[in-house]
Each structure stands twice: as C-alpha cells, then as structure tokens.
C-alpha cells in the first residue's frame, strides 16, 4: 500500500467519493453530495500547505489522505476509504500511518485531526494508532493529536 499525489485526472473519482452519503456522514461541513462548481472551487482554492494523496493498495485507488498547514508546526491529518466496501479491514489505518510517516520524514514531531464525536469508527482508528484525544475543536467535533 502507498500514497501518490493526486492529480487533475483524479477529480472525478474523489468526486464520486465525496458524494457518497456515508463517506461525507464523516466530514465536518457537507451535508449533501458535492456539484461540480462546489468540487472544483475546491480543488483550486489549495495552497501550498494543502498535499492531497490518493491511496493506493493492491493496485487500486481506494481513498485520499490530506495533509495541510505544513506551516505549522503539527500539520493536520485528513482521511477517508472512497471505496465502502473495504472499510474494517485495516485501511485506513494504515493509510494513516503512511501520513504520519511522510510528516515524520520531513521532520515534523507532532500531527493533529479533527473528527466528529460521533465519528466512533475513526475514533478507534485513531486510539489504535496512539492518537490521544486533546480537548474539542469546532461544536460537535474532537481535537486529536499524535507524536510522531
Ligand atoms: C474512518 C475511515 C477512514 C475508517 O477506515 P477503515 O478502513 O474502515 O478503518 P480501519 O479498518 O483501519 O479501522 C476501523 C476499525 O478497525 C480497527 N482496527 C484497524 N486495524 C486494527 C488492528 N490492526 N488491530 C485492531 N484493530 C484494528 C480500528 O480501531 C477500528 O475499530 P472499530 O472496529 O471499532 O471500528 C472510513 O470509515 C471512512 O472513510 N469514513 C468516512 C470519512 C471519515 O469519517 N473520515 C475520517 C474523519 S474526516
């Protein structure tokens, strides 16, 4: 398994990913499936700070890791597994796990996400993988931290 950045020609399919229902119960700020407008204003309001990663497992795209404020000292983590059908299975996590160590490589010492506190299958995923929870960010929604 591994990341590769995404690219132009990946709009589609994270789009299809974004617009499932149970994928976006997840993200803080959708509520409905994506337009295009909606998608692409996205896409190109990224900056510098912003690496988006498609994961990669058995020869496959499965999902997306987003990396942002690489300006800061602990870069925040964003996931999802695109392709429903192989959640529980590990993925994530490990998806995960490639994150934290392409921060670690490039020096960073501490990361951090946020998920909805009713998010409890990426809660898990992360108690797992040695994030420990540090207080709430937005209403409804939990800080978690890790160092790397
Ligand atoms: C959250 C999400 C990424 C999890 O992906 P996944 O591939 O199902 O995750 P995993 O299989 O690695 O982990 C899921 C469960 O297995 C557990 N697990 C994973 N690897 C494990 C291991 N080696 N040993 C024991 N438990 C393990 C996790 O702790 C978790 O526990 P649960 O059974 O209580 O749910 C996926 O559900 C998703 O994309 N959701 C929608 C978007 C979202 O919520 N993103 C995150 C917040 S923005």
Not at 8 to 31: C, H, K
Not at 63 to 91: A, H, M, R
Not at 102 to 124: C, F, M, P
Request: negative net charge; charged residues 25%.
């Amino acid at each position: 398994m591994f990341l590769r950045k995404a690219t132009d020609d990946d709009l589609e399919l994270i789009m299809a990913w974004r617009s499932n229902p149970l994928v976006y119960e997840g993200f803080y700020s959708q509520t409905a499936p994506l337009t295009w407008e909606e998608h692409i204003i996205w896409w190109y309001s990224r900056n510098q700070d912003w690496h988006q990663f498609i994961i990669l497992a058995d020869g496959h795209d499965i999902g997306v890791v987003t990396i942002v404020q690489c300006d800061n000292w602990s870069p925040e983590i964003g996931f999802y597994i695109g392709e429903v059908s192989l959640w529980g299975k590990g993925y994530g996590s490990r998806a995960v796990g490639l994150a934290e160590e392409w921060l670690k490589e490039k020096g960073y010492v501490q990361t951090h996400t946020t998920v909805k506190e009713d998010n409890k299958r990426a809660i898990s995923l992360l108690k797992h993988r040695g994030w420990k929870r540090a207080g709430n960010a937005r209403k409804g929604e939990l800080r978690f931290e890790r160092e790397l």
